[in-house]
Protein backbone atom coordinates (compact mmCIF):
# COMPACT_ATOMS: atom_id res chain seq x y z
CA UNK A 1 0.00 0.00 0.00
CA UNK A 2 1.02 3.80 -0.82
CA UNK A 3 2.89 5.07 2.61
CA UNK A 4 0.34 7.99 1.77
CA UNK A 5 -2.87 5.88 2.82
CA UNK A 6 -1.81 4.81 5.54
CA UNK A 7 -2.92 6.59 8.89
CA UNK A 8 -0.69 8.66 11.29
CA UNK A 9 1.52 6.73 13.50
CA UNK A 10 1.08 3.02 11.98
CA UNK A 11 3.98 2.40 14.70
CA UNK A 12 2.00 3.16 17.82
CA UNK A 13 -1.29 0.81 16.01
CA UNK A 14 1.34 -1.98 15.53
CA UNK A 15 2.42 -1.24 19.12
CA UNK A 16 -0.93 -1.34 20.34
CA UNK A 17 -2.19 -4.57 18.54
CA UNK A 18 1.14 -6.63 19.77
CA UNK A 19 0.17 -5.17 23.70
CA UNK A 20 -3.46 -7.02 22.95
CA UNK A 21 -5.92 -4.33 21.89
CA UNK A 22 -8.18 -5.36 19.48
CA UNK A 23 -9.19 -3.11 16.42
CA UNK A 24 -11.23 -4.76 13.78
CA UNK A 25 -9.97 -1.89 10.76
CA UNK A 26 -6.71 -0.50 12.43
CA UNK A 27 -6.15 1.51 9.54
CA UNK A 28 -8.98 3.45 10.32
CA UNK A 29 -7.54 4.65 13.47
CA UNK A 30 -5.78 7.56 13.83
CA UNK A 31 -3.27 7.66 17.02
CA UNK A 32 -1.39 11.51 17.62
CA UNK A 33 2.03 10.96 18.07
CA UNK A 34 1.73 12.88 20.96
CA UNK A 35 0.09 9.49 22.14
CA UNK A 36 2.31 7.26 24.84
CA UNK A 37 1.00 3.95 23.67
CA UNK A 38 2.84 2.33 27.18
CA UNK A 39 -0.62 4.39 28.66
CA UNK A 40 -2.94 2.28 26.99
CA UNK A 41 -3.86 -0.90 28.66
CA UNK A 42 -3.64 -4.35 26.30
CA UNK A 43 -6.30 -6.12 28.70
CA UNK A 44 -9.40 -6.17 27.52
CA UNK A 45 -9.13 -2.63 25.31
CA UNK A 46 -11.49 -2.55 22.14
CA UNK A 47 -10.59 0.43 19.73
CA UNK A 48 -13.63 0.18 16.50
CA UNK A 49 -13.03 2.05 13.45
CA UNK A 50 -12.62 5.78 13.10
CA UNK A 51 -11.56 6.20 16.52
CA UNK A 52 -9.32 9.09 17.03
CA UNK A 53 -6.95 8.98 20.05
CA UNK A 54 -5.05 12.37 20.93
CA UNK A 55 -3.36 14.24 23.75
CA UNK A 56 -0.10 13.50 25.46
CA UNK A 57 -2.42 12.67 28.79
CA UNK A 58 -4.47 10.29 27.57
CA UNK A 59 -4.93 6.90 29.23
CA UNK A 60 -6.81 3.82 28.30
CA UNK A 61 -6.90 1.52 30.95
CA UNK A 62 -8.77 -1.98 30.68
CA UNK A 63 -11.52 -3.35 29.28
CA UNK A 64 -12.26 0.36 27.90
CA UNK A 65 -14.39 0.26 24.63
CA UNK A 66 -14.76 2.92 22.38
CA UNK A 67 -16.72 3.67 19.30
CA UNK A 68 -18.97 0.60 19.65
CA UNK A 69 -21.80 3.01 17.76
CA UNK A 70 -20.17 5.77 16.08
CA UNK A 71 -16.66 7.00 15.27
CA UNK A 72 -15.19 8.85 19.06
CA UNK A 73 -12.35 11.16 19.35
CA UNK A 74 -10.81 11.39 22.70
CA UNK A 75 -8.52 14.20 23.75
CA UNK A 76 -6.02 13.97 27.10
CA UNK A 77 -8.83 12.23 28.84
CA UNK A 78 -8.09 9.18 31.14
CA UNK A 79 -10.29 6.72 30.99
CA UNK A 80 -10.37 4.26 33.77
CA UNK A 81 -11.15 0.54 33.54
CA UNK A 82 -14.32 -0.72 32.06
CA UNK A 83 -15.32 2.67 30.27
CA UNK A 84 -17.53 2.51 27.55
CA UNK A 85 -17.23 5.53 25.20
CA UNK A 86 -20.25 4.71 22.18
CA UNK A 87 -19.50 7.67 19.73
CA UNK A 88 -18.76 11.39 20.23
CA UNK A 89 -16.34 13.75 21.39
CA UNK A 90 -14.53 13.95 24.77
CA UNK A 91 -11.32 16.44 25.68
CA UNK A 92 -9.58 17.42 29.07
CA UNK A 93 -12.09 14.67 30.91
CA UNK A 94 -11.48 11.65 33.22
CA UNK A 95 -14.25 8.54 33.25
CA UNK A 96 -13.78 6.17 36.49
CA UNK A 97 -14.32 3.07 36.43
CA UNK A 98 -17.37 1.73 34.54
CA UNK A 99 -18.69 5.05 32.98
CA UNK A 100 -20.34 5.66 29.89
CA UNK A 101 -21.94 7.51 27.44
CA UNK A 102 -23.66 6.97 24.46
CA UNK A 103 -23.24 7.80 20.57
CA UNK A 104 -23.11 12.03 19.83
CA UNK A 105 -21.68 12.92 23.14
CA UNK A 106 -19.44 16.03 23.91
CA UNK A 107 -17.23 16.28 26.82
CA UNK A 108 -15.76 19.16 27.16
CA UNK A 109 -13.02 19.72 30.24
CA UNK A 110 -13.30 19.76 33.69
CA UNK A 111 -15.75 16.84 33.26
CA UNK A 112 -15.32 14.08 35.62
CA UNK A 113 -17.82 11.16 35.76
CA UNK A 114 -17.25 8.69 38.86
CA UNK A 115 -18.04 5.16 38.75
CA UNK A 116 -20.89 3.20 36.98
CA UNK A 117 -22.03 7.29 36.06
CA UNK A 118 -23.05 8.07 32.61
CA UNK A 119 -25.78 8.84 29.37
CA UNK A 120 -27.34 7.73 26.36
CA UNK A 121 -26.99 9.25 23.61
CA UNK A 122 -26.63 13.11 22.65
CA UNK A 123 -25.47 14.74 26.03
CA UNK A 124 -23.27 17.30 26.72
CA UNK A 125 -21.32 18.01 29.22
CA UNK A 126 -18.50 20.44 30.77
CA UNK A 127 -17.35 21.58 34.23
CA UNK A 128 -20.23 18.96 35.38
CA UNK A 129 -19.06 16.33 37.55
CA UNK A 130 -21.32 13.13 37.89
CA UNK A 131 -20.97 11.04 41.05
CA UNK A 132 -21.27 7.36 41.21
CA UNK A 133 -24.68 5.90 39.32
CA UNK A 134 -25.87 9.25 38.32
CA UNK A 135 -27.65 8.34 34.84
CA UNK A 136 -28.45 11.76 32.31
CA UNK A 137 -30.97 10.16 29.52
CA UNK A 138 -30.73 11.13 25.42
CA UNK A 139 -30.71 14.78 24.49
CA UNK A 140 -29.22 16.81 27.58
CA UNK A 141 -27.24 19.62 28.38
CA UNK A 142 -25.84 18.90 31.88
CA UNK A 143 -22.90 21.69 32.01
CA UNK A 144 -21.38 23.63 35.02
CA UNK A 145 -22.84 21.35 38.09
CA UNK A 146 -22.55 18.54 40.30
CA UNK A 147 -24.91 15.71 40.98
CA UNK A 148 -24.78 12.72 43.88
CA UNK A 149 -27.46 10.54 45.29
CA UNK A 150 -28.36 6.65 44.62
CA UNK A 151 -26.18 3.62 46.02
CA UNK A 152 -26.14 1.22 43.14
CA UNK A 153 -26.74 1.03 39.43
CA UNK A 154 -30.55 0.08 40.14
CA UNK A 155 -31.16 3.26 42.97
CA UNK A 156 -29.47 5.91 41.30
CA UNK A 157 -30.14 9.49 40.37
CA UNK A 158 -31.12 10.49 36.98
CA UNK A 159 -32.13 13.28 34.49
CA UNK A 160 -34.63 12.46 31.99
CA UNK A 161 -33.91 13.29 28.13
CA UNK A 162 -34.32 16.33 27.06
CA UNK A 163 -33.23 18.31 30.16
CA UNK A 164 -31.18 21.33 30.31
CA UNK A 165 -29.27 22.79 32.95
CA UNK A 166 -29.31 26.42 32.07
CA UNK A 167 -26.15 27.68 32.86
CA UNK A 168 -25.18 30.74 30.89
CA UNK A 169 -27.76 34.47 31.27
CA UNK A 170 -28.89 37.19 28.86
CA UNK A 171 -26.51 39.18 30.22
CA UNK A 172 -23.40 37.01 29.28
CA UNK A 173 -22.54 35.46 32.97
CA UNK A 174 -21.77 32.12 34.24
CA UNK A 175 -21.72 31.70 37.73
CA UNK A 176 -24.60 29.47 37.28
CA UNK A 177 -23.57 26.63 39.40
CA UNK A 178 -26.09 24.22 40.56
CA UNK A 179 -25.48 21.24 43.40
CA UNK A 180 -28.05 18.54 43.31
CA UNK A 181 -27.19 16.61 46.29
CA UNK A 182 -23.99 17.61 48.41
CA UNK A 183 -20.57 16.34 48.50
CA UNK A 184 -20.27 15.49 52.47
CA UNK A 185 -23.24 12.90 52.18
CA UNK A 186 -22.76 11.85 48.21
CA UNK A 187 -19.39 10.70 48.05
CA UNK A 188 -20.84 7.90 51.06
CA UNK A 189 -22.80 6.63 48.71
CA UNK A 190 -26.17 6.10 50.97
CA UNK A 191 -28.89 9.13 50.17
CA UNK A 192 -31.78 8.52 48.30
CA UNK A 193 -31.41 9.25 44.39
CA UNK A 194 -32.81 12.38 42.77
CA UNK A 195 -34.92 12.32 39.98
CA UNK A 196 -35.57 15.63 37.48
CA UNK A 197 -38.10 14.79 35.19
CA UNK A 198 -37.21 14.99 31.19
CA UNK A 199 -38.43 17.60 29.16
CA UNK A 200 -37.36 20.06 31.50
CA UNK A 201 -34.30 22.37 33.03
CA UNK A 202 -33.14 24.65 35.86
CA UNK A 203 -32.07 28.05 35.84
CA UNK A 204 -28.55 27.83 37.56
CA UNK A 205 -27.43 28.18 40.50
CA UNK A 206 -29.84 26.15 42.59
CA UNK A 207 -29.32 23.31 45.33
CA UNK A 208 -31.50 20.01 45.06
CA UNK A 209 -32.17 18.35 48.57
CA UNK A 210 -31.43 14.08 48.48
CA UNK A 211 -34.82 12.11 47.36
CA UNK A 212 -36.20 15.03 45.89
CA UNK A 213 -38.28 14.23 42.43
CA UNK A 214 -39.11 16.85 40.19
CA UNK A 215 -41.75 16.12 37.59
CA UNK A 216 -41.43 16.01 34.14
CA UNK A 217 -42.04 19.37 32.24
CA UNK A 218 -40.43 21.56 35.23
CA UNK A 219 -38.16 24.42 35.11
CA UNK A 220 -36.62 25.06 38.57
CA UNK A 221 -35.61 28.52 39.05
CA UNK A 222 -35.55 28.05 43.21
CA UNK A 223 -33.85 25.78 45.78
CA UNK A 224 -35.66 22.57 46.70
CA UNK A 225 -34.29 22.07 50.71
CA UNK A 226 -36.62 19.55 51.78
CA UNK A 227 -35.60 16.08 51.56
CA UNK A 228 -38.33 13.06 49.64
CA UNK A 229 -40.20 15.66 47.87
CA UNK A 230 -42.48 15.82 44.88
CA UNK A 231 -42.14 19.43 42.97
CA UNK A 232 -44.17 20.45 40.00
CA UNK A 233 -43.66 24.03 38.27
CA UNK A 234 -46.64 25.17 36.71
CA UNK A 235 -46.95 26.68 33.48
CA UNK A 236 -45.16 29.99 32.94
CA UNK A 237 -46.44 33.36 33.56
CA UNK A 238 -48.11 35.21 30.92
CA UNK A 239 -45.85 36.77 29.08
CA UNK A 240 -45.02 40.45 30.34
CA UNK A 241 -42.69 43.23 29.01
CA UNK A 242 -40.30 45.79 30.78
CA UNK A 243 -37.09 47.16 30.46
CA UNK A 244 -33.40 45.15 30.53
CA UNK A 245 -30.09 46.22 30.43
CA UNK A 246 -29.16 42.41 30.16
CA UNK A 247 -26.93 43.01 33.95
CA UNK A 248 -29.58 42.84 36.63
CA UNK A 249 -27.77 41.97 39.94
CA UNK A 250 -30.66 42.80 42.67
CA UNK A 251 -29.82 39.23 44.23
CA UNK A 252 -26.49 39.41 44.16
CA UNK A 253 -25.38 38.13 47.55
CA UNK A 254 -27.56 35.17 47.16
CA UNK A 255 -25.70 34.86 43.68
CA UNK A 256 -22.65 35.10 45.45
CA UNK A 257 -23.42 32.52 48.16
CA UNK A 258 -24.48 29.71 45.42
CA UNK A 259 -20.99 30.22 43.52
CA UNK A 260 -18.99 30.53 47.33
CA UNK A 261 -21.30 27.16 48.40
CA UNK A 262 -20.03 25.29 45.35
CA UNK A 263 -16.41 26.15 45.57
CA UNK A 264 -15.97 24.99 49.28
CA UNK A 265 -17.92 21.72 48.03
CA UNK A 266 -15.20 21.29 45.65
CA UNK A 267 -12.31 21.74 48.17
CA UNK A 268 -14.58 19.15 49.83
CA UNK A 269 -14.58 16.57 47.47
CA UNK A 270 -10.64 17.20 46.31
CA UNK A 271 -9.93 16.36 50.13
CA UNK A 272 -11.93 13.08 50.05
CA UNK A 273 -9.91 12.32 46.70
CA UNK A 274 -6.56 12.66 47.96
CA UNK A 275 -7.12 11.47 51.83
CA UNK A 276 -9.60 8.38 51.03
CA UNK A 277 -9.70 7.76 47.47
CA UNK A 278 -6.42 7.76 46.50
CA UNK A 279 -4.61 4.53 47.66
CA UNK A 280 -7.74 2.52 45.68
CA UNK A 281 -6.09 4.41 42.40
CA UNK A 282 -2.80 3.23 43.05
CA UNK A 283 -3.78 -0.26 44.20
CA UNK A 284 -4.75 -0.25 40.11
CA UNK A 285 -1.25 0.70 39.19
CA UNK A 286 0.79 2.88 37.45
CA UNK A 287 -2.56 3.73 34.73
CA UNK A 288 -4.40 3.65 37.88
CA UNK A 289 -2.67 6.57 39.19
CA UNK A 290 -2.62 8.69 36.48
CA UNK A 291 -6.17 8.41 36.28
CA UNK A 292 -6.55 9.23 40.25
CA UNK A 293 -4.74 12.50 38.62
CA UNK A 294 -6.72 13.37 35.92
CA UNK A 295 -10.03 12.87 38.51
CA UNK A 296 -8.11 15.72 40.56
CA UNK A 297 -7.12 17.54 37.66
CA UNK A 298 -10.83 17.75 36.70
CA UNK A 299 -11.70 19.00 40.39
CA UNK A 300 -8.91 21.68 40.36
CA UNK A 301 -10.27 22.72 36.43
CA UNK A 302 -13.95 23.33 38.46
CA UNK A 303 -12.30 25.64 40.61
CA UNK A 304 -10.50 28.01 38.47
CA UNK A 305 -13.56 27.81 36.00
CA UNK A 306 -15.72 28.77 39.42
CA UNK A 307 -13.08 31.65 40.18
CA UNK A 308 -12.61 32.82 36.71
CA UNK A 309 -16.51 33.35 36.32
CA UNK A 310 -16.88 35.07 39.66
CA UNK A 311 -13.88 37.64 39.03
CA UNK A 312 -15.73 38.41 36.10
CA UNK A 313 -18.81 38.99 37.39
CA UNK A 314 -17.45 41.17 40.16
CA UNK A 315 -16.08 43.61 37.39
CA UNK A 316 -19.63 44.02 35.93
CA UNK A 317 -20.78 45.42 39.62
CA UNK A 318 -22.30 48.87 39.84
CA UNK A 319 -20.17 50.75 42.55
CA UNK A 320 -23.39 52.96 43.39
CA UNK A 321 -25.03 49.65 44.63
CA UNK A 322 -24.06 48.64 48.35
CA UNK A 323 -24.14 45.15 47.92
CA UNK A 324 -23.04 45.29 44.56
CA UNK A 325 -19.50 47.46 46.02
CA UNK A 326 -19.33 45.27 48.58
CA UNK A 327 -18.63 42.16 46.66
CA UNK A 328 -16.52 43.66 43.95
CA UNK A 329 -14.28 44.72 47.33
CA UNK A 330 -13.96 41.61 48.34
CA UNK A 331 -14.31 39.38 45.55
CA UNK A 332 -10.19 38.75 44.92
CA UNK A 333 -10.20 37.91 49.14
CA UNK A 334 -12.73 35.60 48.67
CA UNK A 335 -11.17 33.30 45.88
CA UNK A 336 -8.10 33.34 47.99
CA UNK A 337 -10.16 31.57 50.67
CA UNK A 338 -10.74 28.46 48.20
CA UNK A 339 -8.41 25.67 47.56
CA UNK A 340 -5.83 25.79 50.47
CA UNK A 341 -5.46 23.51 53.85
CA UNK A 342 -8.18 21.64 55.15
CA UNK A 343 -9.05 20.08 58.50
CA UNK A 344 -7.03 16.68 58.77
CA UNK A 345 -9.06 13.55 57.66
CA UNK A 346 -9.84 11.08 60.72
CA UNK A 347 -6.72 8.75 60.92
CA UNK A 348 -9.53 6.01 61.09
CA UNK A 349 -10.94 6.75 58.46
CA UNK A 350 -7.75 7.07 56.18
CA UNK A 351 -5.71 4.12 57.52
CA UNK A 352 -9.23 1.66 57.09
CA UNK A 353 -9.18 2.99 53.63
CA UNK A 354 -5.90 2.03 52.82
CA UNK A 355 -6.14 -1.35 54.21
CA UNK A 356 -9.28 -2.15 52.63
CA UNK A 357 -7.40 -0.66 49.15
CA UNK A 358 -4.73 -2.86 49.92
CA UNK A 359 -6.55 -6.19 50.06
CA UNK A 360 -8.28 -5.39 46.48
CA UNK A 361 -11.49 -4.34 47.25
CA UNK A 362 -12.71 -1.99 44.59
CA UNK A 363 -13.87 1.73 45.68
CA UNK A 364 -17.23 1.51 45.26
CA UNK A 365 -17.85 -1.43 47.67
CA UNK A 366 -15.28 -0.64 50.06
CA UNK A 367 -17.28 2.82 50.61
CA UNK A 368 -20.59 0.74 50.67
CA UNK A 369 -19.11 -1.33 53.72
CA UNK A 370 -17.24 1.48 55.83
CA UNK A 371 -18.76 0.71 59.07
CA UNK A 372 -21.50 3.47 60.61
CA UNK A 373 -18.96 4.94 62.73
CA UNK A 374 -16.24 5.80 59.52
CA UNK A 375 -19.28 7.10 57.83
CA UNK A 376 -19.88 9.53 60.06
CA UNK A 377 -16.76 10.38 60.71
CA UNK A 378 -16.34 10.96 57.37
CA UNK A 379 -19.52 13.29 56.69
CA UNK A 380 -18.32 15.43 59.60
CA UNK A 381 -15.11 15.99 58.22
CA UNK A 382 -16.10 16.63 54.98
CA UNK A 383 -18.85 18.87 56.18
CA UNK A 384 -16.22 20.72 58.34
CA UNK A 385 -14.07 21.72 55.64
CA UNK A 386 -16.78 23.78 53.79
CA UNK A 387 -18.12 25.22 57.07
CA UNK A 388 -14.44 26.05 57.27
CA UNK A 389 -14.50 27.93 54.55
CA UNK A 390 -17.76 29.76 55.11
CA UNK A 391 -16.58 30.89 58.52
CA UNK A 392 -13.85 33.12 56.49
CA UNK A 393 -16.55 33.95 53.80
CA UNK A 394 -18.42 35.22 56.64
CA UNK A 395 -15.58 37.41 58.22
CA UNK A 396 -15.66 39.26 54.67
CA UNK A 397 -19.29 39.33 53.57
CA UNK A 398 -21.13 38.58 56.81
CA UNK A 399 -24.73 39.43 54.26
CA UNK A 400 -23.24 36.61 51.82
CA UNK A 401 -22.71 34.08 54.88
CA UNK A 402 -26.49 35.01 55.86
CA UNK A 403 -27.86 33.85 52.42
CA UNK A 404 -26.02 30.72 52.41
CA UNK A 405 -28.91 28.84 53.92
CA UNK A 406 -32.14 30.48 52.62
CA UNK A 407 -34.32 28.82 49.64
CA UNK A 408 -34.24 31.06 46.15
Given at each position: MDDALLPRNTAALRALLDKGVTMPVPLTVEIGDEVDVEHVSGDGVVIHPGTRIRGASTVISAGCELGREGPVTIEDCRL????????????????????????????????????????????????????????????????????????????????????????????????????????????LLREPPIFLGGQGGAVGPVRTAYGAVVAAGSVLRSDIRE????????????????????REYRGINRLVAKNLDYLASLDALEAWYAEVRLPFFAAQGALGVLVGEGAREAIAAGRRERITRLLALAGRM?????????????AQALTEIFGGSYAAVPESLSTHAAATAAAGAPYVEAIRALPDDLVNAGQHWLAGIIEDRWADVEALLPGVARLRHREG
Open positions: GRGVALKGGYAARATFLDGANLGLGHHVREGCLLEEESGGAHCVGLKQTILMPFVTLGSLINFCDCLMAGGTSRTEHSEVGSSYIHFNFTPGGDKTTPSLFGDVPRGVERSLTIVGPPPAMTQRDFTGDPGQAPQAAFAAH
